[in-house]
């Protein structure tokens, strides 16, 4: 789901024609994904299932142009995506009042990144639609960061 979720976001950014260093680290991250994915297929002998996902690849980047309304669709439901995903994480926090193997750090970096890209999407593109997706990101990663450090300091004075 991230890769699907860096892809369209990628796209989004090329479609709209932004600066090139607004969205120059989605490249490198989808080339680790699509690296890791085909060595994960190769050693477990499912290599000839990566050339059916490449194919699905390149038709959904095509298509993901076709119009304008179903690349800004794309991007709002990878938003709706990525937050269903941490508002899981918080759920499963809660229940189990234990932080657990989750990294602090990991997640206080999350919200580090979302918050200079809300400043560089301000100064650079404005896009009403990234600023929302990076605004909710920053809110929940702030909220998942402060979950695990309440959970943890539970943990230590029990």
């Known amino acids: ?3 699907f979720s ?6 989004y950014q090329i479609y709209y024609g932004y600066p090139l260093e607004t969205y120059l680290e989605y490249p490198i991250i989808i080339a680790q994904d699509v690296i890791l994915l085909f060595c994960i297929m190769h050693f477990s002998g499912k290599a000839k299932r990566a050339l059916f996902y490449a194919v699905v690849f390149w038709v959904g980047w095509y298509m993901l142009t ?6 800004d669709l794309a991007m709002n439901l990878c938003t709706f995506i990525s937050a269903a995903s941490k508002l899981v994480q918080l759920q499963h926090l809660w229940q189990t009042k234990d932080s657990g193997q989750v990294s602090t750090l990991t997640w206080g970096m999350s919200a580090y990144t979302c918050a200079t890209r809300i400043i560089t999407t301000v100064m650079t593109t404005n896009d009403l639609a990234v600023l929302i997706r990076f605004i909710i990101m920053l809110i929940l990663n702030i909220w998942v960061t402060a979950t695990i450090l309440h959970y943890s300091k539970t943990k230590k004075t029990d």
Request: hydrophobic fraction near 75%; glycine fraction near 0%.
């Open 6 to 11: 860096f892809l369209v976001f990628l796209r």
């Open 1 to 3: 789901i991230s890769l």
């Open 66 to 71: 076709l119009q304008k309304w179903i690349i």
